[in-house]
Nanobody
Framework: QVHVVESGGGLVQPGGSLSLSCTASGSIFSISDMGWYRQAPGKERELVADITSGGITNYADPVKGRFTISRDNAKNTVYLQMNTLKPEDTAVYYC?????????????????WGEGTLVTVSS
């Protein structure tokens, strides 16, 4: 059993900053990609940013230059630093991790999602 838990959401004024973190726990063999997605009211879930185990990052165009994703492999944790926040960044932010578990000599890979944390950008 593995899961990921997000923290750090909240209310922030436009132009402000907020930091999210997400930690994976359980019977983890390894973690490959970790990422952040968001879903605004009435919209589909979309990728915000992701990062490989080697540190290669990828960002959605709307957040490039404002958001920074990073991870600490030793802590199974991914972070999202969000700067110069805009009202359109308001959404529930979800953590995702591609996690391998080992049962006997069989490796299972699963796509694990957190329950989400709400980020509200408003004056």
């Amino acid at each position: 059993q593995v899961h990921v838990v997000e923290s750090g959401g909240g209310l922030v004024q436009p132009g402000g900053s907020l930091s999210l973190s997400c930690t994976a726990s359980g019977s983890i063999f390894s973690i490959s990609d970790m990422g952040w997605y968001r879903q605004a009211p009435g919209k589909e879930r979309e990728l915000v940013a992701d990062i490989t185990s080697g540190g290669i990052t990828n960002y959605a165009d709307p957040v490039k230059g404002r958001f920074t994703i990073s991870r600490d492999n030793a802590k199974n944790t991914v972070y999202l630093q969000m700067n110069t926040l805009k009202p359109e960044d308001t959404a529930v932010y979800y953590c995702n991790a591609v996690i391998k578990t080992l049962t006997g000599d069989i490796i299972h890979e699963m796509d694990v999602w957190g329950e989400g944390t709400l980020v509200t950008v408003s004056s």
